[in-house]
């Protein structure tokens, strides 16, 4: 049994017979924890830094007044600046004590282990897109699942038609003067409008250009952000277009009013993904900070802060019935969150047991997720990592581990986009591909 898991069990088996008076002693109890996990003594010091510096008591204090999805992360917070030590390491011995004293499920990591493994082997049939020539940021089917459209940092945007793989167009920013003939351009974020008929792709000077895909024709440029644009998101039901970008700000723009935004706010914390919700009335952000915000469409009023992560939130997406927003977080979890009261509905995680770095020299970063996307039809969630992996859930079953995990790419999963029919999962990655993952030919995959 790995030592994370020993140690967790241990931890529970003696809260569970000395309750809380184990804590005031806290010699007495680190001796119990090296004698049951010799070779932990790692782990041992994350658990006995909780207690040394007040965290744990703080938990058992505060924990019949206050939601556990504010206090675990604000006591991960405090274990961060009081015992200087990594976020992933001080969320994993806040949690542990959490689940010692039964305030959150046991997650039995062993169990969790087997399941990835099983989940690993489950891999559905794949296409491989090659053509970009650097980083691909991000991935977008049009409505009608016959294009799929990817940028990259080599300054295109690439349109695939779907029906005649690999056959692509490309479409790249023209010049606008002289001193812009040798720039080099970066491209981190691409999206269809709702009909298809218009793309739009996020520069790293600031601009937002946009083409007609049935003749590549530029249409508009948007020079609304003064630094780049991290993100970009149309809404479903009209011209609306959101942007955000390393200036903080946050645009909404209305093609059809021109080409200035409607309104621009600027945060303390730089937005890195922008979803609008499928009745377009909200806009969620998920921030460099640990929040997710909801802004009023209408105004750019912040009408609601969800909390719950530790860690930087890096992906956002809202279901198909706008009734949930999906958020994946560089602390390993995917949380559901419920858009009519802000109440956190559900985690989903991997297993510390089943992410393995492909070289031991480098920072494991397998454990941090980076981008998310939802099944048109609402049962599953997709989030990409920073190591190579796409992971699957199903959202319907009790089992908050991937049911998929799949092995494709050789660096950071940038982005992952489902067809609007369900037919394929699309992901993009600094390894300068794109992956098309075939979800029909999973069997007993749900299809609606």
């Not at 004698?35 to 932990?40: L, R, T, Y």
């Not at 599953?380 to 796409?390: E, N, S, T, W, Y």
Request: one cysteine or more; glycine letters at 6%; proline letters at 4%.
């Amino acid at each position: 049994m790995p030592p994370l898991q020993t140690i967790r069990r241990t931890l529970l088996a003696l809260v569970q017979r000395h309750n809380s008076s184990l804590l005031l002693i806290p010699l007495r109890l680190k001796l119990k924890l090296m004698d049951a996990c010799p070779g932990a003594e790692q782990e041992t010091e994350l658990v006995m830094k909780a207690r040394k510096f007040d965290i744990v008591n703080e938990m058992l204090r505060l924990s019949h007044s206050m939601s556990l999805a504010v206090l675990l992360p604000k006591l991960t917070r405090l274990l961060v600046r009081d015992a200087g030590i990594e976020e992933e390491d001080a969320n994993w011995a806040i949690n542990s004590w959490a689940m010692a004293f039964g305030l959150i499920p046991f997650v039995d990591e062993s169990l969790a282990s087997a399941v990835n493994d099983r989940a690993a082997e489950i891999q559905p049939s794949k296409i491989r897109l090659e053509g970009h020539t650097q980083y691909v940021t991000s991935v977008s089917f049009n409505a009608q699942s016959t294009h799929l459209a990817s940028s990259s940092w080599d300054g295109s945007v690439h349109l695939w038609d779907m029906n005649n793989l690999p056959h692509h167009a490309i479409f790249a920013p023209q010049p606008q003067s002289v001193d812009q003939v040798h720039k080099e351009r970066v491209l981190n974020s691409v999206a269809f409008d709702a009909g298809g008929g218009l793309l739009a792709a996020a520069d790293n000077d600031g601009s937002i250009w946009l083409w007609n895909t049935h003749d590549g024709v530029e249409a508009a440029v948007l020079t609304g952000h003064l630094r780049s644009v991290n993100c970009i998101t149309f809404s479903r039901d009209n011209y609306l277009l959101a942007s955000c970008s390393r200036d903080y700000t946050v645009c909404l723009w209305d093609l059809e009013q021109g080409q200035q935004p409607i309104w621009s706010r600027e945060f303390d914390h730089m937005a890195e993904c922008v979803a609008i919700s499928p009745d377009s009335k909200l806009a969620a952000l998920a921030t460099k900070g640990v929040d997710i915000l909801l802004l009023d469409i209408a105004s750019g009023a912040t009408v609601r802060v969800l909390q719950g992560h530790s860690v930087t939130v890096r992906g956002v997406a809202f279901t198909n019935d706008g009734s949930t927003l999906v958020s994946v977080s560089g602390d390993g979890t995917v949380r559901l969150w419920d858009i009519d009261s802000g109440c956190q509905t559900r985690i989903f995680n991997i297993s510390r047991a089943a992410v393995q770095a492909d070289d031991d020299s480098q920072e494991d970063t397998g454990f941090k997720l980076s981008c998310v996307a939802v099944s048109p039809d609402g049962l599953c969630i997709a989030a990409g990592d920073f190591d190579d992996k796409v992971h699957v859930w199903r959202m319907n079953e009790s089992d908050s581990t991937p049911f998929m995990q799949l092995h494709g790419h050789a660096g950071i999963v940038s982005s992952v986009a489902f067809s609007p029919d369900g037919k394929w999962l699309a992901s993009s990655s600094w390894d300068h591909t794109i992956c098309l993952w075939d979800m029909h030919s999973v069997p007993h995959f749900e299809r609606h």
